[in-house]
């Protein structure tokens, strides 16, 4: 049987007052390669890419102290308020929608009628 346990999330701060994050969330790690990081760093230093992805090309096994230092950038962000910890423990649901965007436009479609 599975076992379920709450988390203490680590979010960024300003998700907590409503400001907009979309400038440091990304894309999974697997997809993104050294352009398309740069660019997210280059809007936004705090995107979570600079922690998620410190090696490219994704899944490739890059020097210890890279990770090291995207620890250390993890750790500094805590530190420094950017990211904080939500006190009271919580459950996440995520729901994945593989179909392409026709099939759930179809989808919607047939459950309106």
């Not at 760093?41 to 899944?59: E, Q, R, S, Y």
């Not at 890279?66 to 996440?92: C, G, H, M, V």
């Not at 994945?96 to 009628?113: G, I, K, Y």
């Amino acid at each position: 049987m599975a076992k379920l346990e709450a988390l203490n999330a680590v979010v960024f701060a300003n998700a907590q007052n409503g400001t907009e994050i979309s400038g440091q969330i990304c894309p999974p790690y697997d997809v993104l390669d050294e352009g398309p990081k740069a660019k997210l760093l280059a809007a936004d230093p705090h995107n979570i890419v600079a922690v998620d992805l410190p090696v490219t090309p994704p899944k490739t096994l890059g020097p210890d102290s890279a990770y090291d230092n995207a620890a250390q950038l993890y750790r500094q962000w805590i530190e420094e308020k950017s990211l904080s910890t939500i006190t009271t423990p919580l459950f996440l649901s995520m729901n994945n929608d593989l179909r392409s965007q026709a099939e759930v436009m179809s989808a919607a479609d047939l459950s309106a009628h």
